[in-house]
């Protein structure tokens, strides 16, 4: 397997550093507000790619920390007239649920900034002894100046640097670039008591002492958004590597971006949507579907039409796999010669679709060859295949579907499952003895409920379709 590692700005074939097992950290979301759809593509690529990576027989431990703690916290704290931590676990628990709509697994673990304060203040003095941290007024800074390999992630030189996103400018640090570890408290702000005084963490110390703490110092992979390359992930590169003098991770993987139609998304720009409002309109089946169908590397355009287009596209999955559910309902017996003879051009699609996924996480062409699994299936099972046939194509189909985790099974209720057969029954009734109104009214009232129904020749077939 080969993945496209940001550090060397290559593909490079993955070797774990434990055979079989695979430590990951991706960075997770500040929670002060729902989290928008440009978040939600990290999330769900690289729960896309741990999925692949279990499917291929890995044990992989998934690290995606909260960050509970930060000035926007703080600052939607004191203008809904709670506590930060208040504010955090509101957005926490609206994080799940978003989460839980786009088909998102729990992480192995979520850590949280708030229940590792001791293990940072500990990281901090680590490093100050070590000469790569130094106290200013209550503030500790990282010297970037001290860890000479600053800057290899971004591939920036440090005396050309600007002033990033999130970096404190203060005229009396030893370099503009230095960055918080530790931040003096201010009046009305949440804090903690440390050898420097009360306060509490920078941004970026975070995530290098909770993956410290639950994956060890060196891991296999960090993963997250193309706009933490820099400052975040330098920063974490500089702070874990002069701390512990061992490499920090051995391959970065980065998502490209969201635009919102063909444009940067911006609140200014009016273009900002969140996932919760998204979902108003569209299934977390559908967002899903529509992201992964683009390689993670590669910007990706947002609009209405292209998800419409997305949704059609999963739709015609979906009804694949009900086809080949109504005929297995209805099939018998085992393969015959001819279907035998079918076996190892159905099982290509398995072999193809794990190459294209072995080249980089490659789910766009991993879905197209799920598409063309499905008209295989569509050209070569019949009203007359055996049951044999049948469920060898939907297993495969569930297979790699499921690898993806979209085209999930309908969940409909099974008290609802019984009402819809029972009138489907009285309609097939009611058309035996040529009562053709009450058929129709039949039909109506199915077609309220959000079923759609089609008469063939092995009996009437039925679908949710809202």
């Not at 670039?177 to 008591?193: H, M, N, S, T, V």
């Not at 796999?321 to 051009?345: C, D, Y």
Request: overall charge negative.
């Amino acid at each position: 397997m080969k993945i496209y590692n940001t550090l060397t700005r290559q593909k490079e074939t993955f070797i774990p550093l434990e055979e079989n097992k695979i430590k990951m950290y991706v960075c997770g979301p500040t929670v002060y507000n729902f989290f928008h759809i440009g978040n939600a593509r990290p999330f769900m690529i690289f729960d896309a790619f741990r999925n692949y990576m279990e499917y291929r027989g890995y044990e992989v431990t998934y690290v995606q920390n909260f960050t509970d703690v930060d000035d926007k916290i703080i600052k939607r704290a004191n203008e809904e007239g709670i506590s930060p931590i208040e504010v955090a676990e509101k957005y926490i628990a609206e994080y799940f649920k978003d989460a839980d709509a786009l088909g998102i697994k729990r992480a192995t673990v979520h850590p949280r900034v708030t229940e590792n304060i001791e293990n940072i203040i500990t990281f901090i003095e680590d490093l100050i002894s070590k000469g790569f941290a130094y106290e200013l007024n209550g503030d500790v800074y990282f010297n970037s100046q001290a860890y000479k390999e600053y800057g290899k992630l971004s591939k920036q030189n440090l005396e050309e640097l600007n002033l990033g996103a999130r970096i404190d400018v203060n005229d009396e640090k030893k370099h503009p670039i230095d960055f918080a570890l530790w931040k003096a408290k201010k009046e009305g702000e949440i804090g903690w008591q440390s050898p420097w005084g009360e306060g509490r963490p920078g941004w970026h110390i975070e995530c290098s002492v909770m993956s410290a703490r639950y994956l060890g110092d060196t891991i296999d992979i960090h993963a997250g958004g193309q706009d933490l390359i820099f400052p975040h992930h330098e920063n974490e590169i500089a702070q874990s590597e002069a701390r512990s003098g061992k490499q920090f991770a051995r391959y970065w993987m980065h998502n490209g971006y969201i635009n919102v139609d063909n444009q940067k998304m911006s609140k200014s720009l009016g273009n900002f949507f969140t996932v919760r409002d998204i979902l108003s309109e569209f299934s977390g089946q559908v967002i899903r579907f529509f992201l992964l169908s683009a390689h993670y590397r590669n910007p990706v355009n947002f609009s209405k039409e292209l998800i419409l287009q997305a949704k059609a596209g999963m739709e015609r999955l979906a009804n694949s796999k009900e086809r080949l559910v109504f005929t297995i309902s209805h099939a018998k017996g085992q393969m015959n010669e001819s279907e035998l003879e079918l076996v190892s051009a159905l099982e290509n699609h398995r072999d193809r679709f794990i190459e294209a996924m072995d080249d980089d996480i490659n789910t766009a062409d991993a879905i197209s060859i799920i598409f063309e699994l499905a008209r295989f299936s569509n050209t070569n099972v019949t009203e007359n295949s055996s049951l044999e046939w049948a469920e060898k194509n939907l297993s495969l189909f569930n297979e790699l579907t499921g690898v993806l985790n979209i085209i999930k099974a309908e969940d409909t209720d099974s008290n609802d499952n019984e009402q819809i057969e029972k009138l489907i029954k009285d309609r097939v009734e009611a058309k035996k003895n040529k009562d053709f109104a009450l058929a129709d009214a039949i039909r109506d009232e199915l077609k309220s409920m959000g079923i759609e129904i089609e008469d063939t020749r092995q009996g009437t077939k039925w679908k949710k379709v809202n």
